[in-house]
Nanobody, 126 residues
């Protein structure tokens, strides 16, 4: 089992920045690939970014590439999502997700992830 706890959400003005954190704990928490998803009111959950267990490989949705950066501190079992140049359309609840590390799965599909955090609200508004 893996437990995930997100933090770092809040209210920010357009063009601003936020950093989200996701701390993983549990017996196998050091052997997972991880991802960030988001869900805006009335919309489906949307893939944002993903990172491999080692932290070497990262992946992004087109909508955030160049503005968001996913990273990982393996010593702390924590994944970060640095968000810059935020737009009102980035407003959503952001979820951290984890799945046993492996090759060849579709990292952008929510159904591939076994563990989810409770979510943290990000609101981009003036």
């Amino acid at each position: 089992q893996v437990q995930l706890a997100e933090s770092g959400g809040g209210l920010v003005q357009p063009g601003g920045s936020l950093r989200l954190s996701c701390a993983a704990s549990g017996r196998t928490s050091d052997n997972v690939d991880m991802g960030w998803f988001r869900q805006a009111p009335g919309k489906a959950r949307e893939y944002v970014a993903a990172i491999t267990r080692s932290g070497i490989s990262t992946y992004y949705a087109d909508s955030v590439r160049g503005r968001f950066t996913i990273s990982r501190d393996t010593a702390k079992n924590t994944v970060y999502l640095q968000m810059t140049s935020l737009k009102p359309e980035d407003t959503a609840v952001y979820y951290c997700a984890a799945t046993p590390a492996r090759y060849g799965f579709s990292r952008h599909r929510a159904g591939e992830y076994d563990y989810w955090g409770q979510g943290t609200q990000v609101t981009v508004s003036s």
